[in-house]
Nanobody
Framework: QVQLVESGGGLVQAGGSLRLSCAPS????????MAWFRQAPGKEREFVATIRSNGGTTYYADSVKGRFTISRDNAKNTVYLQMNSLKTEDTAIYYCAAGPIWYTSTYYKESRYDYWGQGTQVTVSS
């Protein structure tokens, strides 16, 4: 059974930065596309960013483009989400998700991902 474990969440002031990490336990997922989603209080979970297995292609939600960067280190079997210029509206639980297939047009759909983490809380204060 694969489990994804997120870390790096916390409380930060608006304009600050955080880096989230996600590592699977139970197996290696270096061949899988990986993604980050988030769910704010009272809202549905939404897509944030995704990265192809080789790290060569990434897609972002418009709301985070230019501020967030997704990356992966397959040698460490870890995916990262660097979040800069954080805004109060970025406050949410952030979830890591894994593949198994790379989609070029529907990567933002939750159903495209088989494995999910438990989430890590990110709170941005004004």
């Amino acid at each position: 059974q694969v489990q994804l474990v997120e870390s790096g969440g916390g409380l930060v002031q608006a304009g600050g930065s955080l880096r989230l990490s996600c590592a699977p336990s139970g197996r290696t997922l270096t061949a899988y596309p990986m993604a980050w989603f988030r769910q704010a209080p009272g809202k549905e979970r939404e897509f944030v960013a995704t990265i192809r297995s080789n790290g060569g292609t990434t897609y972002y939600a418009d709301s985070v483009k230019g501020r967030f960067t997704i990356s992966r280190d397959n040698a460490k079997n870890t995916v990262y989400l660097q979040m800069n210029s954080l805004k109060t509206e970025d406050t949410a639980i952030y979830y890591c998700a894994a593949g198994p297939i790379w989609y070029t047009s529907t990567y933002y759909k939750e159903s495209r991902y088989d494995y999910w983490g438990q989430g890590t809380q990110v709170t941005v204060s004004s």
